[in-house]
């Protein structure tokens, strides 16, 4: 793979002009580079990819990149040779982990359990760091998705799959258009920005079918800068944003627009010296995110709690209301036995509407909700954020309703967008294991119980508070998580194994008892609220 780049960049993207030329470069591109990936898509490409440093461009031959009768420019051809080598190059990691799974599964037998088969496979697979830990060689998800379709392709096929490839059951067809402009040298696109304007021009064809040279001419356009943009771009390194790529979207109303998407290369800012000052956050689904931060093994806030408004929580279940009319509307539209199915096409692009509906409302909340965070991080001074590594987090068997609820979680969305906001904060952001952080008492480690409300300690087993039987300490259960989300900060999994072996957290604000400290009474003091609205990120 490419080395990764020491400096932290943010992209932004610009709606361009309509062009009926666009158009005509998007259908050239992406059926010259269909036509290469079917070509080259083979698993010694994906090893001699995979195994190089350097960029797909440069490992491929970009005069492969070409249509008959068509001329495409040199740039252009080059452009879609890279685009062609990153899908090629991705395909490496999870093609290794199909033969590495099938090869577990053909000795433990294709009916034996997942959770076997995984637990198998990642003590089977996993490589030696520097300071003598062992490290897996696959993510569990990637595993545990690899487990389910080799066994899908064995209960289909119902043959041997070992005499098969891994390029005979996946076979990747292009439906995103992004044409990366990185491999170009200012013969396809130029560009320059001036803090309020982007001035561009791109190389376009001037008719559907270019013949030659003559049939290929600069447009020449330029982009306001909105003046949000304007104040973080204010700190990048240079003025100049690095070579764009070229995106087609499709926006609320149906409408089909092409974007700039260009990145800016900002300073990665040094971590701050003396006492480390750590926030602690809990994902659930109740509550977006639960806050609590400590320095020198002390806490030294109250809980803060980031809620979705009633209104938007409402709309977001709504939304899943019409999603599950619209498919069963369709299922029995599908289901009549007739040569014309009157309506199933209006169905399914309004399933397509709803969808995509979903994912920008919570494109938002992720984006809304991390910058609700880094900002609390930064007003706090800390330096360090902590938060549960959820990848492999599955939902009960037989609650259908909280599976549902499990799917529209954004809990690698907002990961994902921590991991690069707190790059270029200055921030270090770590992931520990979430077993059991919100069923030990933070006070004393005891196992506690699940009660139904803090002047209510009966035991029950869907209650959202939980009660210490030892030292009666009883709380919100998320904010006892987020409580031992900084304990699991400490723990070395390797030697510990429970939250139980590790030291409890003193609760106390300059030295004096916290408000969540039961005192007096036991009870938590949860008036604090933060509510996180969805919005423009």
């Not at 309020?196 to 190389?203: C, F, G, P, S, V």
């Not at 939902?395 to 690698?412: D, F, H, I, T, V």
């Amino acid at each position: 793979m490419p080395p990764k780049k020491n400096q932290p960049t943010r992209s932004y993207q610009f709606k361009l002009t309509r062009y009926e030329r666009l158009q005509w470069f998007q259908a050239l591109t992406t059926k010259a580079a269909q036509q290469l990936l079917d070509k080259l898509w083979s698993e010694e490409w994906m090893d001699k990819l995979g195994e190089s440093n350097l960029k797909a461009y440069k490992v491929i031959n970009e005069a492969q990149a070409k249509l008959d009768e068509i001329y495409l420019p040199s740039r252009i051809r080059r452009g879609a040779t890279e685009w062609v080598g990153r899908i090629i190059r991705g395909q490496c990691k999870r093609k290794n982990c199909y033969y590495d799974c099938l090869e577990i599964m053909i000795r433990f037998g294709f009916e034996t359990k997942d959770s076997t088969l995984l637990t198998a496979i990642m003590k089977q697979y996993s490589k030696e760091g520097k300071n003598g830990k062992s490290f897996p060689l696959h993510k569990k998800v990637l595993v545990d998705q690899t487990i389910k379709m080799i066994k899908n392709l064995h209960e289909a096929l119902d043959i041997n799959i070992t005499f098969f490839k891994y390029t005979d059951f996946v076979k990747p067809k292009i439906q995103h258009f992004a044409f990366p402009y990185s491999p170009d040298d200012n013969q396809a696109i130029r560009y320059f920005a001036n803090g309020e304007k982007i001035q561009y021009e791109l190389k376009l064809p001037t008719t559907p079918e270019p013949k030659s040279t003559n049939d290929w001419e600069w447009v020449t356009n330029e982009i306001a800068i909105p003046e949000k943009i304007q104040k973080k771009i204010a700190g990048a390194l240079s003025d100049q944003p690095l070579k764009p790529t070229l995106h087609k979207k499709k926006l609320k109303g149906g409408l089909e627009c092409f974007f700039l998407q260009f990145p800016w290369e900002f300073k990665k800012e040094p971590k701050k010296q003396g006492k480390e000052r750590v926030l602690a956050i809990d994902q659930g689904l109740k509550k977006v995110a639960t806050i609590a931060i400590f320095e020198d093994g002390k806490q030294i806030s109250k809980p803060i709690f980031i809620n979705l408004k009633g209104s938007e929580y409402q709309h977001i279940e709504r939304l899943y209301s019409h999603i599950g009319s619209n498919q069963h509307k369709l299922a029995k539209q599908k289901k009549r036995r007739t040569s014309k199915q009157i309506g199933v096409e209006a169905y399914e692009e309004e399933r397509r509407r709803l969808y995509e509906k979903r994912n920008r409302l919570g494109e938002e909340l992720a984006h809304t909700t991390t910058n609700i965070l880094i900002q609390i991080a930064l007003d706090w001074n800390c330096t360090k954020i902590v938060i549960e590594d959820l990848r492999d987090y599955k939902p009960p068997r037989g609650r259908r309703n909280w599976s549902r609820r499990l799917s529209e979680w954004l809990r690698g969305r907002i990961a994902f967008l921590l991991e690069y906001k707190c790059q270029t904060k200055g921030l270090t952001l770590q992931k520990v294991c979430p077993w059991n952080t919100s069923s030990h008492c933070p006070r004393c480690t005891t196992k506690g119980v699940k009660v139904k409300g803090p002047n209510n300690p009966l035991e029950d087993k869907r209650g959202r508070w939980f009660h210490c039987p030892q030292c009666g300490f009883t709380a919100d259960r998320d904010y006892i998580a987020a409580i031992n989300i900084y304990r699991a900060s400490f723990i070395d999994y390797q030697t510990i194994k429970s939250l139980k072996d590790t030291s409890p957290v003193p609760y106390m604000d300059s030295e004096i008892p916290h408000l969540t400290v039961p005192g007096g009474g036991s009870e938590m003091n949860c008036d604090n609220l933060l509510v996180a609205v969805t919005g423009n990120g």
